[in-house]
């Protein structure tokens, strides 16, 4: 069941140059999107979110841009510093009313590496 | 800036006994979650807790695992008889609404089960 897909396990990006990672969804239901970062041995650290109703988020170094009508959303990170390698993982939740949690849908991860 | 805390940070234990992992949610925060993920695999969703209910479960989440807030600040997840195929990192988690809200993870327990 593969609801939210990274088909790129892994991205090597020079310092200082664009990271851009992908996802892909599935379902329709989805409505909110988020992205994490993970190091090794620790929890996933939130980053940066987009609801449906908008096409692109900024928060810094970090854009979120949504294409609902093709189920693809990107990260962008500009410029790419080397403290930005780690696993990023994508998100997804479909709101199910209020007084209930929305679980998260992971993707399976990329692994950017900057490199200097 | 507040966080998910979560011990111990790994337990190991035998197949056939019973284990306790512990979580801190983000003390404003009322929904809790608990994932794992298995070396190597994507993070799952086991199961969400809001007003001292479940909230939903997956279908790993099955009679073995329960969930449990016994005061106003912790947040269990117990599994009554591990087997070897629960080793994996447990994440346990917290967020302010159960709508367009992010999660907050904790850095997780890897349990080990021999």
């Not at chain 1, 990672?21 to 929890?43: I, Q, R, V």
């Not at chain 1, 009313?97 to 929305?102: E, K, L, Q």
């Not at chain 2, 939903?56 to 912790?74: A, L």
Request: with cysteine; proline share 4%.
């Amino acid at each position: 069941d593969q609801q939210v897909k990274q088909n790129s396990p892994s991205l090597s990006v020079q310092e200082g140059r664009i990271s851009i990672l992908n996802c892909d969804y599935t379902n329709s239901m989805f409505d909110y999107f988020l992205w994490y970062k993970k190091y090794p041995a620790e929890g996933p650290t939130f980053l940066i979110s987009i609801s449906s109703i908008k096409d692109k988020n900024e928060d810094g170094r970090f854009t979120v841009f949504l294409n609902k009508s093709a189920k693809h959303l990107s990260l962008h990170i500009v410029p790419s510093q080397p403290g930005d390698s780690a696993v990023y993982f994508c998100a997804a939740s479909a709101e199910r009313g209020a007084g209930t949690a929305s679980k998260l849908t992971f993707g399976t991860g990329t692994r950017l590496q900057v490199t200097l | 800036e507040p966080e998910v805390t979560q011990t111990p940070s790994h337990q190991v234990t035998q197949m056939g006994q019973e284990v306790i992992l512990r979580c801190v949610p983000i003390s404003n925060h009322l929904y809790f979650y608990w994932y794992r993920q298995i070396l190597g695999q994507k993070v799952e969703f086991l199961v969400s807790f809001y007003n001292n209910e479940i909230s939903e479960k997956s279908e790993i989440f099955d009679d073995q695992f329960s969930v449990e807030r016994p005061d106003g600040s912790n947040f269990t997840l117990k599994i009554r008889s591990t087997k070897l195929e629960d080793s994996a990192m447990y994440f346990c988690a917290s967020s302010v609404t159960g709508v367009h809200s992010p999660l907050h993870f904790g850095n997780g327990t890897r349990l080990t089960v021999t």
